[in-house]
């Protein structure tokens, strides 16, 4: 129980007639970089957004950094990061204006965020650009400080939906980097991806296919559970039996 | 809906032989279609708006004086006195809220708004009918309403001289002029006359420029745009398929407010109904050009309304005459007055609707619209090209 | 409060930096209050009238000089021709057509009853209900003097006639901009404050911003509080600036107290504001949303009683004034600036917006969802 970041147990989510999750059970460690694939349409952002509390689920059960996703909502919203799939920092305001603001809702001291603003700035190469407006920014840098804004607050987990969407391959890899430096940093990490090379770099990852989750284990495992060299084709062979289309 | 519309358009490709380039500015056209259609509330209310703006009009927005609160300081305890306030009372204008002697009533009242108007008939008037021949009142009127105030002296005074005549019913006054008066058009005074076409003009600014200019400034700030115009249609082509949906919901609109003025408020349609529906669509397209050129011009949606708003809805609403009347405006104000659309087309729908006259006498401001449209239109498409390039 | 800090200063840099809210802001108060009241003048005059004189005798002209000597009619034709003024109508040259039948000189002499025709354009009616009143007024004031002099001096006059004076009270010179102007004032914050309110938490969906927000544990309060209170302070402003320009261009000042008005105008925002919040969370777009704001907004206003009186509508429309916001601050704005009442006066109005402030802000409190 100590050791485990999330714990989803049986967690549905229906709208309507239709199943978007159906039933998915799993853990995350933490500590680890879990990966949360699927086709388009899987379930992959509704089963995401209930566990970050933005969602509520018709059924199962849900702990997130220790809190129950029925109850305890804004309990677990203190303790994680969420980056969603459309970029949501606000676009008329400073990088430094941007961080300031998700900083204070999070109600950390003001002293301290001016402190780590700095720190930040620097870490990202962004110093000459911290009182530009994030709409002139090039999309790339945007995801790393969306990214960066997610953890300033040090959460124990962070989710990513799809965060490297439509970036070069070079700042994939920078945004990787910053992946893995708030793991080592002890955050535990959820993170879906279309990239499959991006699924090579996760400790264990999870296939969803029409609301179910329909494999889990470590890339390596997956790979000979397969029987094939590459995530690549893990993921066709799973995803060729899904029958709903976006 | 949809269905019927895919079946449509699948007929439509099957069994004409069209070019591609007007096959895809179809595609476009039922895209915006599909986009109005499953926005119900949006919907709900373009359609709703003109039935409600008629009610409102129809029903609701009078000037007429009927069972005002009135109070009386009746200072006389003469017979003639009882006599003029149970004649007040008993009008259908007024409503008697209070009689007392005292003046400093007054001042009360109207602070809480309670009686708009009073009447003081003084200790005296009863004796000096009988002395003097001659009766002094006082109508004391809450003026901060100077129309409603100069409305109600007006009804009280006949009151008054009726109640004079009744009095001297036995004599008649020698050298007498009468006017006949006869209400052409409207014999009956109906204010709907006058608030249809404007009602009309209002609902059509509405859907077409607002709407027409949200429509592709939302595209613009969504990002969206750039997808559209990388594909391989013509650009101009992607944004006029965006105004045609709200060209036919503005003619499903007139025939709402049409069918409404006629079978709910009587109003008649005395001249050409197909001429009035060609008036009617030479200014939707006026309409759209305006809203397309606001949205060449924006790029927030904000933007997009607070312009429609101050540029076109507040001017409308001002200048058409269909409110305040434009030949009482200072001079500055009745040339600003020609630059708005809607102030011709509310002349052409009074003319053909309600005197039925013919093109021949409208053909001026018909004149004016067209060369409007072209403007609009011409400057929308030059500023998009521009941005385009 | 702290977080509350952090919303605020984000939404005031917001706001500061969107040129188009800056324009609502302050160009909206100034063309309001400017054009609008220059407009919106009721008092009808310069009615155009053409006179069909079959007479032609000193009576027919004197009572011509006494129709183009009053401030209301302007002679646009003189002849004696019934199709040639019908067209003048026609072409909404002229508005009314005046008879003067022949033999009318000779026939009020003789049979000392004589009739004169009009012929109105009623198309809109209240003009015309007016210009015949104001018509037959001349008409009969003439008539008046023609007797005077007609009849044989020194025989008594029986009749006993009533004098009727009236006295105009707050408004004696009638001046319908002192009217106009208090609601105006009105119209403008409320289009100001609704608009602004409505469109932005929407915005910050369809920018998808307000995940961002709901996956943090803000408070809900505290976001609608962030939103409220900036425009809640520029509202002030711009009434303040509409108060300037009511006292600078029109010499408006209040007869009550500014604090009444500020009292007033303070709570009626809260609930133009928590209208236009409700809005925003219950819309899915901002065109959605601006349509929403738009077509209440033209209700209210509309059945507010700025243009016409409230008194004078039907039953059912006087039951849904009273719960129209706009009617109340109209009410009371024109109750202090012109006829000087006080709190105690307007207390009725207070108390109901007082309960509408708590419940339409409960209420956005409420449908305000962090979590679908």
Known sequence: ?246 | MYKVWMKFSFIWQEKQNVPNSMKQFYHFIVKEFYHIFRDRKTLFILLGMPMVQIIIFGFALTNEVKNTKITIINQSEGASAARLVQKIESSRYFELYSQSTDAAQIDRLFKKGAVKIALVIPNDFDPSIVNQNKGQLQIIADATDPNVATALTNYLSVIVQDFQKELNSNNTIPYKMDVEARMMYNPQLKGAYNFVPGVMAMVLLLVCTMMTALTVVREKELGNMEILLASPINPIKIILAKAVPYLLLSIINITTILLLSYFVLDVPINGNLFLLYAESILFIMVSLGLGLLISAGTDSQQSAMFISLVAMFLPTVMFSGFIFPIENMPLPLRIISNFIPAKWFFIIVKSVMIKGVGLKLIWKETLILTCMMLFFFGMAIKKFKIRLA | MSPLRYILEKEFKQIFRNPAILKVIFVMPVIQLIALPMAADYEIKNINIAVIDRDHSSVSNKLVQKITASNYFKLVDYNSDFDASMELIENDKADLILEIPKNFESNLYKEKETKLFLAVNAINGVKANLGAAYMTNIVQAYNADFRIQTITPGRFNELPIFEISSTNWYNPKMNYKIFMVPGILVLLITIVGMNLSSINIVREKEMGTIEQINVTPIKKIHFILGKLLPFWIIGLVVISVGFLIAWLIYGIIPLGSYFTLYLFAAIYLLVILGIGLLISTYSENQQQAMLVTFFLMMIFVLMGGLYTSIDSMPDWARWFTRLNPISYFIEVMRMVVLKGSGIIDTGKQFIIMIIYAVVINTWAVLSYQKRA
């Open chain 1, 1 to 246: 129980m100590h050791n485990k970041a999330i714990i989803v147990d049986k967690l549905s989510k229906q709208f309507g007639d239709f199943k978007a999750v159906d039933e998915i059970s799993f853990e995350v460690a933490k500590g680890e970089i879990f990966g949360f694939l699927g086709a388009n349409g899987a379930g992959k952002t509704t089963a995401m957004k209930m566990l970050c509390g933005l969602s509520m689920p018709t059924s199962g059960n849900a702990m997130v950094a220790g809190f129950d996703v029925y109850k305890d909502n804004e309990s677990i919203k203190k303790n994680i990061g969420y980056m969603s799939q459309k970029f949501s920092l606000y676009e008329d305001l400073t990088v430094r204006e941007n961080i300031k603001f998700y900083a204070g809702i999070y109600g950390i001291a003001s002293a301290v965020i001016v402190e780590k603003t700095k720190q930040l700035l620097l870490q990202l190469n962004l110093e000459k650009e911290a009182d530009l407006l994030v709409g002139q920014l090039p999309l790339g840098w945007k995801q790393k400080l969306a990214f960066s804004v997610a953890i300033f607050h040090e959460p124990q987990i962070v989710f990513l939906d799809e965060p490297t969407g439509g970036v070069d391959p070079i700042t994939r890899r920078e945004f990787w980097n910053l992946i893995y430096d708030a793991a080592a940093a002890g955050i535990t990490i959820f993170v879906t991806t279309h990239y499959m090379d991006e699924a090579e770099y996760c400790n264990r990852v999870s296939i969803m296919v029409d609301g179910k989750v329909e494999a889990l284990d470590t890339p390596a495992n997956l790979k000979q559970q397969f029987n094939v060299q590459s995530m690549d084709e893990v993921f066709l062979h799973l995803a060729r039996k899904a029958k709903r289309t976006e």
